[in-house]
């Protein structure tokens, strides 16, 4: 499942910014470590599955996540486009509650984001991370509540409050928004160029999008 | 934000480029941009690259290798914005059914 090899982008043909790296690099490990929710062990089962579905790979038969989870993650990481409510409302019922669904979603996601920036870049899927031993923190209180999406969030759903529900989960998301793409204050600038135009990161975006059915 | 950040460069840019390939989209090596995506979106692994290896050098010959680096990773961060908004059902805001129809997308339908 694991080994130690540390995350690296070596031996791509194209320069990766050394910041950029870095935050991967440790959004990578972190995947790992005891989260609000799942276990370190759990984490990685959810990443695993999740790669597995985006990628047309054997899902490992791991017992660390039950069925539930195990589905969410391969919906989420290859066909989150069709998702219905119903789908969450099967998944709570099978188990999974809102708030671990949240946490889900951001490793499901971030895992699907390395690894889309991994093949781009022109290097090898990195090996997932060892697990760290431990207990998730369960937060005791949470501002969260059910809003008009389908999860709690804090304050308006909308595309910086999707994960607020989970505080780590929403921080990581804002993190590797700013060093993959933009910031979220530098989005406001319409003229700022990172090596690409924003016209060029723009079109990259919305064909993305309309490959994955995402109407954002 | 295709629109208004195109329209600040000055480009006359064509919406309906994203979803109609034989429309030129007027920003600068988007059709190797493009290429690029649709290269990336539906490549599996590095091992079965051949695809993603043709569309990353036209993109270096094209735009420059750190453009090409910066566009893995802009389209990585799609990669999971767009899980993270539809898995958890985010309302689409209103003003993207007016954009849908300059797209060439059918009308979008809340699935809540």
């Not at chain 1, 998702?83 to 971030?110: F, H």
């Not at chain 2, 290798?65 to 910066?70: C, N, P």
Request: hydrophobic share 45%; net charge negative; charged share 15%.
């Amino acid at each position: 499942m694991s080994d130690q090899q540390p995350f690296s982008w070596a031996n791509t043909n194209v320069p990766v910014p050394s910041a950029t790296v870095a935050v991967v690099a440790e959004q990578w490990q972190a995947l790992a470590v005891p989260g609000s929710w799942w276990t370190g062990e759990q984490r990685v089962g959810i990443a695993e599955a999740g790669r597995a579905a985006k990628r047309g790979l054997i899902a490992p038969q791991s017992e660390t996540i039950n069925q539930a989870a195990r589905a969410a993650a391969a919906q989420v990481a290859a066909g989150a486009g069709d998702m219905t409510q119903a789908d969450l409302d099967k998944y709570a019922t099978d188990g999974l509650d809102p708030l671990s669904y949240v946490e889900l979603v951001g490793i499901v996601a971030r895992t699907t984001a390395i690894d889309t920036a991994t093949i781009g870049l022109g290097a090898e899927l990195q090996p997932f991370p060892m697990p760290i031993p431990g207990d998730p923190t369960r937060p005791a209180a949470t501002a969260a509540k059910q809003r008009s999406a389908w999860v709690p969030t804090v304050g308006a759903a909308g595309a910086t409050t999707a994960l607020s529900a989970v505080p780590t989960e929403d921080q990581a998301q804002e993190q590797l928004h700013g060093a993959l793409y933009l910031s979220y204050h530098e989005m406001g600038d319409y003229a700022i160029a990172k090596a690409l135009s924003r016209p060029q990161m723009e079109l990259l975006a919305a064909r993305t999008s309309r490959h994955n059915d995402c109407y954002f | 934000m295709l629109r208004v950040s195109a329209q600040t460069a000055g480009i006359p840019v064509d919406l309906r480029s994203v979803t109609d390939r034989a429309i030129d989209s007027n920003i600068p090596a988007g059709a190797q941009l493009l290429d690029f995506v649709d290269a990336l979106i539906h490549t599996h692994s590095a091992n079965d690259s051949g695809t993603i290896e043709t569309t990353r050098q036209a993109l270096i010959e094209t735009a420059g290798a750190d453009r090409a680096a910066r566009a893995a990773l802009v389209i990585a961060n799609f990669e999971m914005m767009n899980r993270i908004l539809d898995a958890t059902g985010v309302p689409v805001p209103n003003r993207m059914g007016e954009i849908t129809s300059e797209l060439g997308l059918p009308a979008y339908t809340q699935r809540h």
